[in-house]
């Protein structure tokens, strides 16, 4: 249709030639994805492909979120050091007023990051093809690897 039904029929030819490439792009993207998936599916999940891949993914995503909390901490101190200490808060209160957002940022942050991974894990999984027993043993041990890790990581 177009901006106010605009579209007149040499709107509407271009517009069925974008979807006709738009079907030829998702046919050749779905035929590479189950190739990629094939290849995967021979090297297996638990395979040092399998393994890197997961371990690549969570540190990028736990990399992701340390720089959130940096950049959130970031933000805090400068708004902090505009509105500077209160008038009844002594430097010891505003030091703490200032580690606890950092560990409220970071807190925030690794928990974004730990649940965005774990979203992402299934998918990871199933781009292996593993029978579902495997396939749930290896997501459930990766998540808590994952979990444990980030408890531990203060």
Not at 9 to 16: A, E, L, N, T
Not at 140 to 154: I, N, P, V, W
Request: charged residues 15%; contains cysteine.
């Amino acid at each position: 249709q177009g901006w106010f039904w605009t579209c007149d029929d040499r709107c509407q030819h271009y517009k069925q030639q974008m979807n006709q490439s738009k079907a030829t792009w998702e046919a050749i993207r779905a035929e590479g994805y189950n190739r990629m998936s094939d290849a995967k599916a021979v090297a297996g999940l638990f395979s040092e492909v399998g393994v890197g891949e997961v371990k690549d993914s969570f540190w990028h995503y736990f990399t992701q979120g340390k720089n959130f909390a940096k950049r959130q901490t970031m933000w805090d101190l400068l708004f902090m050091g505009i509105r500077s200490m209160g008038r009844d808060e002594n430097m010891a209160q505003y030091v703490m007023r200032i580690v606890m957002a950092a560990l409220v940022n970071f807190s925030i942050g690794l928990i974004a990051a730990f649940c965005i991974f774990v979203f992402g894990l299934w998918s990871i999984v199933k781009s292996y093809q593993p029978n579902p027993l495997v396939a749930v043993l290896f997501f459930l041990s990766a998540a808590f690897a994952a979990f444990s890790f980030l408890a531990t990581y203060f």
